[in-house]
């Protein structure tokens, strides 16, 4: 798939995390699903599926840099391109790949 073609393939996942709900880390912090339990249970936050496209989106072009805003329920993925996702996990964060 291309990159949009994967952008719209996490859009269209249910946008609830298999952790909602769940345990938190031993941090305390929420749990955050990984990319391959993404692919499998086809379900995810915005925070999740961004994750999954930027380490797509790394895996094919390692040069690109990419930024992943959160802010509270606005994800924003920046890699060039701009994708957004919606979270319900209230996160206010930002992640820098270089």
């Known amino acids: ?34 990319p391959d339990e993404v692919a499998n249970y086809k379900s995810a936050d915005g925070i999740e599926k961004a994750i999954t496209l930027a380490n797509i989106i790394h895996s094919r072009q390692p040069e690109k840099d990419i930024i992943i805003g ?21 996160f206010v964060k930002t992640i820098t790949i270089c």
Do not use: H
């Not at 393939?9 to 941090?27: A, C, E, F, H, V």
């Not at 329920?73 to 209230?90: D, I, P, Q, R, T």
């Open 70 to 90: 959160i802010n509270n329920n606005k994800v924003v993925l920046e890699a060039k391109e701009k994708f957004e996702f919606e979270s319900s996990k209230a």
């Open 1 to 34: 798939m291309s990159i949009e073609q994967v952008f719209d393939w996490l859009k269209q996942m249910p946008n609830n995390s298999i952790y909602d709900g769940g345990r938190p880390d031993s941090t305390g912090s929420p749990r955050v699903a990984q």
